[in-house]
């Protein structure tokens, strides 16, 4: 395991990590984008992780030093085809009133309980117009206000209404904006005072689409690709942070569209993003075995978005897949790796 | 997953199963005057590389297996490489042929881990036919046949984006999850861990298209940059030189997929299965239970009623080809086999009763193959026979 610092002027509670013990799972993790969702109960002192291995995705629940507690497994709801149907994503989806898990797969989309031990809500992909040299899935989950939304591989975005409580779920809108797969969803809270929560979308082209939810989703904002795929994405106070296929990670200003930041941050495409909203910390994990945390600020002169880097981590041999923070504060983080039958757990000293 | 995985997988594991035959049959070489009747010769070699060759580029399999299809088990292609070694006067073994398929897919695995892009696929296929027309320089028929497939292979591939690559690669590694098989010639290179992972290096050229980490630049609302950074990486990349030929012919400047094997280096028989853990048996546990699925026999079927079977002028034994340098060798690897890669002739009982199922009935009586060093003529007919009739 191999750590390296960035020099200057940092704060030297969060600058070195050690390795935690790992969670073993019962099915090795597959080759995904965005292959860990984290559910943090911190009132509950318990963390759930839900990781795809192929047609079945395992979700599990851990005490803080990660010893496992429960688990449980799902499958991909079959449907017509030849082989077993595979999940493409599991990610835990926290609404105003209540948390669902959301499974997306080469069929459709499963939505149950937050503890995946009832289905509420089946969707079935509808084939519509794709030619037979078009893989169909749904990919990309991600809630807004109280809408689920969901991309498929036509770049159609799915928008579920949710209610309060019960299976009344609802399909209330299709986004079409992109021309391509959709590879990753988020959202955040709106920083405005009108309280409509801020999405983007991102697609096998490159391109960003930012979006005002509601009743009816506006698009606000348009950020082209340049002909790699945006593996994933995050949100944070008016920055999008953008992951490629080019190990590249970018930030943009929402409301404008303007690139202010570009780190060549890793050898291979980025394959997970994450963010720690309340401290900016960035996360970024890519096929090269690198893990990196990037920490966010505005400039106090020009305003603009900033960078720096705070720590990189290399997962020996591991094509990672996964990797998200484990707490608000950014103080730990668990990552996954294609072909590895355990979530590796770290935190700072 | 990606509907246009299955040539690239086909091909590669083909090539990979060429060059091992290849080898082994070098290395069992005998000179043609000295050879006894039931000992290879430098001729035999080359018409069993051609045999096999033009059974696998033949016009109606490729057309079968380029249409748009998802993937298959790997019991159900198994058995496509398993009728394909037979194409010819060869005759393995069920351990030589498990060992061979296994040698393949690991070797495969490997490529396909180690690809810079997701689009280097297309070069490690590039790099299989290429070798593969060295095989038969001298069969303008055939070298004509491997050149169409290149040129659909360009057609379909030569214009994909990026984010249909990266499909294809995951459908690949989904493929080959959890196989963790120790290859000799992987661990002496040390390109294999000895628990049965690759090594990932973290230095050398990045991909082409890929600049090296370790740089922040910032922007203005202008596009101006206005600061540059530079962050500390334990990596150890440069620049990469040159980017691959995807034409007909060019530098592929990637090995993957080139030819690992020699004289120097042979074919080794030390091979081990994963060590047991849970993880490696979760795939049989979680996988639901085999006999193969309609749908796959019915895609057997059509593939493998492509394929034409040269049958050899005039009775003729067939040639047994071991994998192993001993006996005693092949029975402990028959022996510590581990459970799970166990590639059981695939149980016709379990057939519904279709026209189409019938045939691939006769076609999976072949498969029993016993240990015997040498067909009677008779029987060798009778095999030929029965597949030609197909």
Same mark, same amino acid.
Not at chain 2, 156 to 169: N, Q
């Given at each position: 395991?191999v750590?390296?610092?960035?020099?200057?002027?940092?704060?030297?509670?969060?600058?070195?990590?050690?390795?935690?013990?790992?969670?073993?799972?019962r099915?090795?993790?597959?080759?995904?984008?965005?292959n860990?969702s984290?559910?943090?109960?911190?009132?509950?002192?318990? @963390?759930?992780?839900?990781?795809?291995?192929?047609?079945?995705a395992?979700l599990?629940?851990?005490?803080p030093?990660?010893?496992?507690?429960?688990?449980?497994q799902?499958h991909?709801?079959?449907?017509?085809?030849?082989?077993?149907?595979?999940i493409t994503?599991?990610?835990?989806?926290v609404?105003?009133?209540?948390?669902?898990?959301?499974l997306t797969?080469?069929? %459709?989309?499963?939505?149950?309980?937050?503890?995946?031990s009832?289905?509420?809500?089946?969707?079935?992909?509808?084939?519509?117009d794709?030619?037979?040299?078009?893989?169909?899935?749904?990919?990309?989950?991600?809630?807004?206000?109280?809408?689920i939304?969901?991309?498929?591989?036509?770049?159609?975005?799915?928008?579920?209404?949710i209610?309060?409580?019960?299976?009344?779920i609802?399909?209330?809108?299709e986004?079409?904006?992109?021309p391509?797969?959709? @590879?990753?969803?988020a959202?955040e809270?709106a920083?405005?005072?009108?309280?409509?929560a801020?999405?983007v979308?991102?697609?096998?082209?490159?391109?960003?689409?930012?979006?005002?939810?509601g009743?009816k989703?506006?698009?606000?904002?348009?950020?082209?690709?340049f002909g790699?795929?945006?593996t994933s994405?995050?949100?944070?106070?008016?920055?999008v942070?953008?992951?490629?296929g080019?190990?590249?990670?970018?930030?943009?200003?929402?409301?404008t569209?303007?690139?202010?930041?570009?780190i060549?941050a890793?050898a291979?495409a980025i394959?997970?993003l994450?963010?720690?909203?309340?401290?900016?910390?960035?996360?970024?994990?890519?096929e090269?075995?690198?893990v990196?945390?990037?920490?966010?600020?505005r400039?106090?002169?020009?305003g603009?978005?900033e960078?720096?880097?705070?720590h %990189?981590?290399?997962?020996?041999?591991?094509?990672?897949?996964?990797a998200?923070f484990?707490?608000?504060?950014?103080r730990s983080?668990?990552?996954?790796?294609y072909?590895?039958?355990?979530?590796l757990r770290?935190?700072?000293? | 997953m990606?509907?246009?995985?299955?040539?690239?997988l086909?091909l590669?594991l083909?090539? !990979?199963?060429?060059?091992?035959?290849?080898?082994?049959?070098?290395a069992?070489?005998?000179?043609?005057?000295?050879?006894?009747?039931?000992?290879?010769?430098?001729?035999d070699?080359?018409?069993?590389?051609?045999?096999?060759?033009?059974t696998?580029?033949?016009?109606?399999f490729?057309?079968?297996?380029?249409?748009?299809q998802?993937?298959?088990?790997?019991k159900?292609?198994? =058995?496509?490489?398993?009728?394909?070694?037979?194409?010819?006067?060869?005759?393995?073994?069920?351990a030589?042929m498990?060992?061979?398929?296994?040698?393949? =897919?690991m070797?495969?695995k490997?490529?396909?881990?180690?690809c810079?892009?997701?689009?280097?696929?297309?070069?490690?296929t590039?790099?299989h036919?290429d070798a593969i027309?060295?095989?038969?320089q001298?069969?303008?028929?055939?070298?004509?046949?491997?050149?169409?497939t290149?040129?659909?292979?360009l057609?379909?591939?030569?214009?994909?984006?990026?984010?249909?690559?990266?499909?294809?690669?995951q =459908?690949?590694?989904?493929f080959?999850?959890?196989?963790?098989?120790?290859?000799?010639?992987?661990?002496?290179?040390?390109?294999?861990?000895?628990?049965?992972r690759?090594v990932l290096?973290v230095?050398?050229?990045?991909?082409w298209?890929?600049?090296v980490?370790?740089l922040?630049?910032?922007?203005?609302?202008?596009g101006?940059?206005v600061k540059?950074?530079?962050?500390?990486?334990s990596?150890?990349?440069?620049?990469?030189?040159? !980017?691959?030929?995807?034409e007909?012919?060019?530098?592929?400047?990637?090995?993957l997929?080139?030819?690992?094997?020699s004289?120097?280096r042979?074919?080794?028989?030390?091979?081990?299965?994963?060590s047991?853990?849970?993880?490696?048996?979760?795939?049989?546990?979680i996988?639901?239970?085999?006999?193969?699925a309609?749908e796959?026999?019915?895609?057997?079927?059509?593939?493998m009623?492509?394929?034409e079977?040269?049958k050899?002028?005039?009775p003729e034994?067939?040639?047994q080809?071991?994998?192993?340098?001993?006996?005693?060798e092949?029975e402990?690897?028959?022996?510590?086999?581990?459970?799970?890669?166990s590639y059981?002739?695939?149980?016709i009982?379990?057939?519904?009763?279709?026209?189409r199922?019938?045939e691939?009935?006769?076609?999976?009586?072949?498969f !029993?193959?016993?240990?015997?060093?040498r067909w009677?003529?008779?029987?060798?007919d009778?095999?030929?026979?029965?597949?030609?009739e197909?």
């Open positions: 395991m750590a390296a610092d960035s020099e200057g002027r940092k704060d030297p509670g969060v600058r070195m990590f050690r390795r935690e013990r790992s969670i073993p799972l099915g090795s993790a597959a080759a995904l984008c965005n860990l984290v559910l943090q109960l911190p009132v509950r002192n318990l @963390t759930h992780f839900g990781v795809v291995h192929g047609p079945s395992q599990l629940s851990a005490a030093e990660g010893v496992p507690l429960a688990q449980r799902l991909a709801k079959e449907g017509a085809g030849v082989s077993p149907a595979l994503q599991v990610h835990w989806c609404l105003p009133f209540r948390v669902l898990l959301v797969s080469h069929r %459709g989309i499963q939505v149950y309980e937050s503890d995946g009832v289905m509420v809500y089946w969707h079935a992909l509808d084939s519509g794709a030619s037979p040299v078009q893989a169909m899935f749904a990919r990309g989950i991600a809630c807004s206000g109280h809408f939304c969901v991309g498929t591989w036509s770049g159609r975005v799915l928008v579920f209404d209610p309060a409580k019960g299976p009344n609802v399909l209330s809108e986004l079409a904006a992109h391509t797969s959709i @590879t990753d969803i959202s809270p920083q405005g005072q009108d309280c409509m801020d999405m979308t991102a697609d096998d082209s490159g391109l960003l689409c930012v979006w005002q939810s009743p989703f506006k698009l606000s904002t348009r950020i082209p690709g790699v795929p945006c994405v995050q949100l944070w106070q008016g920055t942070a953008a992951g490629y080019n190990g590249q990670v970018r930030l943009y200003e929402t409301s569209g303007i690139l202010h930041v570009q060549n890793h291979r394959c997970a994450d963010l720690a909203p309340e401290v900016g910390k960035l996360l970024s994990a890519a090269d075995t690198f990196h945390m990037w920490k966010l600020s400039s106090p002169e020009s603009h978005i960078v720096e880097h705070c %990189g981590e290399c997962v020996p041999d591991t094509q990672v897949c996964g998200r484990c707490d608000p504060s950014g983080f668990a990552v996954t790796g072909d590895l039958a355990e979530i770290f935190s700072s000293v | 990606s509907v246009r995985t299955l040539p690239l086909f590669n083909g090539g !990979e199963m060429l060059y091992i035959l290849d080898q082994r049959l070098r069992q070489n005998i000179p043609g005057d000295k050879a006894r009747r039931d000992e290879w010769t430098e001729v070699r080359k018409r069993v590389l051609n045999d096999i060759i033009s696998m580029f033949n016009r109606k490729m057309e079968e297996l380029f249409k748009p998802e993937l298959y088990s790997k159900a292609l198994r =058995t496509v490489y398993d009728r394909l070694a037979h194409a010819s006067i060869m005759r393995l073994n069920q030589s498990d060992k061979l398929y296994d040698l393949m =897919t070797a495969l490997y490529q396909v881990l180690l810079p892009r997701p689009k280097d696929v297309l070069l490690v590039f790099n036919l027309k060295g095989f038969i001298d069969s303008p028929a055939l070298l004509h046949l491997v050149d169409e290149f040129r659909q292979l057609e379909i591939y030569g214009g994909l984006p990026a984010g249909e690559f990266h499909l294809i690669r =459908t690949l590694l989904a080959f999850q959890d196989l963790h098989i120790r290859v000799s010639i992987f661990l002496k290179d040390r390109v294999q861990n000895s628990n049965g690759f290096p230095s050398g050229p990045v991909p298209g890929i600049e980490p370790g922040i630049r910032m922007f203005n609302t202008k101006e940059e540059r950074v530079e962050f500390q990486h990596g150890n990349y440069v620049a990469a030189p040159k !980017e691959g030929s995807f007909l012919y060019g530098d592929r400047v990637l090995k997929g080139t030819n690992m094997y004289v120097n042979p074919v080794e028989t030390h091979m081990s299965g994963p047991n853990n849970l993880a490696s048996q979760t795939q049989q546990s996988a639901p239970p085999n006999p193969l309609k796959e026999l019915n895609f057997l079927a059509r593939l009623g492509g394929m079977i040269k050899p002028g005039g034994p067939g040639f080809l071991n994998l192993f340098t001993t006996d005693e092949e402990q690897a028959a022996l510590s086999r581990p459970e799970e890669l059981e002739v695939v149980n009982q379990a057939i519904q009763d279709q026209q199922n019938k691939l009935a006769r076609i999976m009586g072949e !029993e193959i016993t240990d015997q060093p009677s003529a008779s029987k060798g009778d095999l030929l026979a029965m597949m030609d197909l």
